[in-house]
Structures are given as C-alpha cells and as structure tokens.
C-alpha cells in the first residue's frame, strides 16, 4: 500500500504568517517570518506545531 505525500497549509502561532510545508519534512521547518519552529521531523510524517489551515491534494 502506497501513502502520498501531502503540502499542508499552516499558521504560525506566534506571528499568525501562512505558509505551505511539505508533510514528510525530513528537515526543521521555521516560519520565513518571525524564524519560530513550526514542524519537525520525525522520521515519517512532521509532526506541526502550527496551526493546520488546509491539506493541500
């Protein structure tokens, strides 16, 4: 059984910025705006700290 990979839609808790991150990061994911930490690697899916808005298809 094969599972996609799927772009999340986020919030930034911290500065309220949107942006797109990629659900199997394999690196630490930073706001582009106030530099917080908004998803981390975990071996399989990100584990998000944000806010999930939308899962983009």
Known sequence: METKSKF???RCSKCKNE???FGNASNIVYCLVCNDKIAYP???KSKVS???L???E
């Open 54 to 56: 939308e899962v983009l």
């Open 8 to 10: 999340i839609k986020v």
């Open 42 to 44: 975990t071996g399989g």
């Open 19 to 21: 942006q797109i991150v």
């Open 50 to 52: 944000a806010r999930v």
